[in-house]
């Protein structure tokens, strides 16, 4: 008796978990995430506002991209390319990519505590099957990275379902370290092409990515109908 009292709970203290994650998510993207995209679309502003807070202004920045990752309905770009505007590509792409390392990993433990459950509160179960075709042990790895080096794949969903996968949490942390790179610097390159006025240039760069993002998916959809035709 006293063990089944336990697994109850146990179960309930997750799904009161879960719920709280819900609720907590639910506020950010409202009070925080929305304001944040609203001002990161206009770079000169943000960069005046990263300027204002000197030296701290980076981890800040840092802890807005963790936040974007975390809270998979905040999309990532207007912070990529404001990051590119306000530090510039290259220190922009390491502040970048910084958060994202730390939200992945926060994300992949929490997916490794509360499971699928956790996945379902950004993704619908539809969204969560069609990455089936990752399971495949024998190769996980190799597709991972594939498909996260891509641009315009889902890296959002990716990231969530991973901690689903067998994959070793320091082999995720690298694929992701490595695989988006070229998403994030695509990016950054177009809003530091902005913040020194070459608009041509940045024109140039968006389109690029547009291009690249668009090729990416199409991939991306391949491999995936692949995988689940041979499956």
């Known amino acids: 008796m006293q063990g089944k009292f336990t ?7 997750s799904i009161c978990a879960i719920i709280f994650f819900v609720l907590f998510c639910a506020a950010i993207s409202y009070f ?3 304001p944040l995209l609203k001002f990161a679309s206009e770079p000169q502003k943000f960069r005046e ?3 204002s807070f000197g030296v701290w202004g980076r981890l800040i920045f840092i802890g807005i991209i963790v936040l974007q990752v975390i809270v998979a309905l905040i999309p990532g770009e207007p912070f990529e390319i404001a990051a590119g505007y306000a530090f510039g590509s290259v220190e922009g792409t390491l502040l970048c990519l ?3 390392i730390l939200g992945s990993l926060i994300i992949f433990l929490l997916v490794r505590k509360f499971g699928v459950k956790l996945v379902e509160v950004f993704f619908s179960m539809d969204k969560i099957n069609s990455l089936k075709f990752l399971q495949n042990k024998k190769r996980l790895n190799t597709i991972y990275f594939i498909i996260m080096l891509i641009p315009g794949t889902p890296k959002d969903l990716l990231s969530y379902f991973a901690g689903l996968t067998s994959i070793k949490l320091s082999t ?3 694929i992701v370290t490595i695989a988006r790179v070229p998403s994030v610097i695509t990016s950054t390159i177009g809003g530091s092409a902005l ?3 070459q608009y041509l240039f940045a024109i140039i760069a968006f389109a690029v990515t547009l291009i ?3 090729a990416g998916l199409l991939i991306y959809r391949k491999i995936q109908n692949n995988k689940e035709n041979k499956g």
């Open 195 to 197: 913040g020194n006025e």
């Open 49 to 51: 506002w990263i300027d």
């Open 212 to 214: 690249l993002s668009g």
């Open 98 to 100: 910084a958060g994202v």
């Open 7 to 13: 697994d109850k709970h146990k179960k309930a203290l």
């Open 32 to 34: 925080v995430g929305r």
């Open 172 to 174: 995720w942390l690298l």
